[in-house]
């Protein structure tokens, strides 16, 4: 029986919204309750039916307009009308809140009027726009429903709103015009032009973008429109659409640009790199007439790019025509850039053909020398093995493997024609090892391990450690004498996510484990959850102790289990910083644990960064219990996210918080209901020359006015 009355009293609330049950208020559960336990502390003489509409107008006080339309049903304006309606009926005495913001106050009713409309045009709900409409009057329509209008491509939305006359004209926008054209939106771009112009080309401002989107687009006839308006192609990508297989004339947008009689190096560089990585051998030869040569020219500086592209996609036509037209018009090249792009990317088949056609050649220098910077964290110089071995390419090793085995049997009998400068970078050094350990290429690793006396240094199981590869750091341990540092559980405990290159990009990142992801979402991924597991094996083998960076990184993971673990198995020095990355996690359970079990205690910044995260409880929590306190620059860092709640909490708990400052950081992020709450409660001598609060919002982004 509770529960149909519970269901009962929802169904009629949410009618009553018209909201949709996807979008719900943050607390439905509370609302529910509400209902149910007005009408049964009313004895019976309250009807659900009765109690709904009051407890509703109770709730849409503090309900913006744009949140209504974002939380009801396609077309629906029940909960508009509500909203609508209550807040007719707010006054200067009415509770504060958004509805009595709405009723009473000319800034916030433009600005709720400019809100709603983004969202209903957002949504495509004519109905919604249209209601609007026939309630407000005198609104001007701001730029950001222009903007959202042209970022969705809603035509129709801009029409009608500039046949409406009950508003009070458009502030047009130079961004329209470049969100209509990043969308493909040609038709709002050609609506939006004769009103907005073609703005100036200085400076590169808004709306200057537009021949690069149709550029990028591969839209050829997009393309010549707006050049023909004005607009310049700068700087941008080649479309991805150029070069495709099987489409007509995928370079037509390039051609047609570099056909206006313009040296333009950019894009020359990047449309022939991108021809080179697709093996376009009909468009790469139209390019190669176009670019400029002479003594050092950008152009000559910039063709070991095309080397790099077509060494590394493998395109060994490319490559050859490519150092056969160079050669032939005496360009300046380095074939050693497409080698180290061919074994950078495993293209064995690449690597061979270039020792083939130059190994002999005493003037090229195949395998110089490179900077280690570029694969890992070293200043030492590195060589094409070390490249080969950092990426997991084993055949590339096993092939230049046999190339110097072989060379240095000519050299003994005094057949070779490589200078003896050339040998050194022919083979690997302990980089080679290093990288492959640290990017978890455990087969590299025993393939170095037999073949090469270089070795490795502590960088390896360092490394591997902090990359979760457990199986490479036992193979270390068993079979060389390296070892690590304490940086093995340093970056074990804090590495979130140092992953290579290759783990991003190659067949090894399905094996890896490792992602690219923002660090709130790491507590429950399984390579920090494994990290624990490798910092256990090492404290239980080869144990050379942490740091206070240990405790410090993991607690700014989110690793309170590690951190834990730490405290009850190590020595190592803490500190509060892992207090105050607690308190920014939100984790209130282990700030608990660590008031109880560790000294260190935390710093001001502990309740900064919870307030920066909206943690509300963690901030009464950490007020109650620690002493700490906080900065005037609190209250501010929840002002510019618009934390209400929180703002509402530090002015009635704490003092000294700066709320002319945090009044500033409201206005100018638009959060206004924020922005006149702390008004309501600033000094009065705090405001320069009296100023009301609407001529504060004016120029708010044109000064400061406050002391």
Known sequence: MWHKSVQSASSNVDLHFGLDPSKAIESPLQLKLVVL?????????LSVDNTAPIVSDFLVADLSLARAIELSHAGSLALLEFVWARSRRATESSP??????????DFYYRREFSLALVQAVRRADINIVQWLLRHFTACPVDSDVVEEAARGGHLWALQLLETDKSHAGFTWSNKSLDYAAEGGHWDVVRWLHPRVGTPPREGFGYGTNVADYAFTQNNLMQLKWAVAKGFEVKKCEIGEECGAVGREDTWATVRFVLEQGKELMWMLTRAGIKAAQVGDLEFIPWLMDRYVTGPDSEGERRLDYLLDAAGGSGHISVLEYLLVHLNKVGFQHDPSAAMYAAAKNGKVEVVKWLVERYLSDASVDLFRGIRASRVIKRKSPTTVMDIAASHGHLEVLKFLHRVDATQRKLRKRGDSTSPPSHESYRRCTTNAMDAAASHGHLEVVKWLHVHWREGCTTFAMDNAAANGHLDVVQWLHENRSEGCTTNAVDQATSRYCRMSSCCRNSSHASSCGNRLKDRKEYEPNAFVKGQLSIVKWLHAN??????????????ANGNF?????????????????VMDEAARYGRLDVLKWLHANR????????????VGEGHLEVLKWLHANRSEGCTHETLNGAAKKGYFKVCQWLLEHREGLG?????????????????????ERMPVNSIRYGKSFDDMLELSRLELYLI
């Open 542 to 555: 080869h144990w050379e102790g942490c740091t206070a960076k240990a405790m410090d990184g993991a607690a």
């Open 659 to 679: 709320i002319t400052l945090a009044l500033d950081s409201a206005l100018r992020e638009n959060h206004l209901e924020l922005a006149c709450y702390l008004y």
């Open 599 to 610: 000294s260190e205690g935390c710093s001001p910044a502990a309740m900064e960064n919870a």
């Open 561 to 577: 289990e590690m951190v834990k673990w730490l405290h009850e198995n190590t020595k190592a020095e803490w500190t509060h910083t």
């Open 96 to 105: 504060w809140g958004a509805a009595k913001l709405l009723g009473t106050r």
């Open 37 to 45: 336990v007005l009408t049964k502390l009313s004895g019976g003489a």
